[in-house]
């Protein structure tokens, strides 16, 4: 008997479409503490730097709908004359896929966000929190079955309240990206 399960689990495996995609995006974003816009509070004449990456792994629920695990970041640096802030908020959590039409890739994710800030400016304290996170993608997918890239534009917003100060930090991105598909 356990044969015979052993041998329906080994035969149903295949049947399974696996779907990962993992990439990096570049961009702009915008980040707030209490409403207000670092570039007021700290840095008023600072470069900006904006970088995305995300990693998903799921399954296929029918022909154009996928549900995955998702892991997120985007990651808000001010820099000047050797000195840099850095903001960087993480999102995991449940990725909804769907492609409308072939090669056309739609999708979304919610979940728990939390930040990891980091500075090299003496006396100034950074802190870290938890919230929450959202991410939309569109894209434009290179492959129809097996392997492919996936070229587009990423919108990825996180509120976290900071530890200690109790205030709220605010990130809103948006990145061109390129990932590794295979679905």
Not at 42 to 55: T, Y
Not at 110 to 136: H, K, P
Not at 160 to 175: F, I, R
Request: net charge negative; aromatic share 14%.
């Amino acid at each position: 008997m356990k044969k015979i399960a052993l041998l329906l689990i080994f035969l149903a495996i295949p049947s399974f479409a696996v779907y990962i995609d993992a990439g990096l995006g570049y961009g702009g974003a915008s980040t707030e503490v209490d409403d207000k816009s670092v570039d007021d509070i700290i840095c008023n004449d600072c470069d900006e730097l904006a970088v995305s990456f995300g990693v998903r792994v799921g399954g296929q629920v029918s022909e154009r709908f996928w549900i995955a695990g998702q892991l997120a970041g985007l990651g808000h640096r001010y820099y000047k004359s050797g000195d840099y802030i850095q903001f960087n908020s993480y999102l995991l959590g449940p990725s909804f896929i769907f492609y409308p039409v072939d090669h056309f890739h739609l999708s979304g994710s919610v979940g728990f966000s939390w930040t990891a800030n980091q500075t090299d400016i003496r006396g100034l304290d950074m802190y870290d929190g938890v919230g929450a996170a959202i991410e939309f993608t569109a894209a434009y997918d290179t492959g129809v079955r097996g392997h492919g890239v996936l070229l587009g534009m990423k919108l990825f917003s996180s509120s976290n309240e900071l530890e200690t100060s109790e205030k709220d930090l605010s990130m809103v991105g948006v990145t061109l990206f390129i990932a590794y598909v295979h679905k």
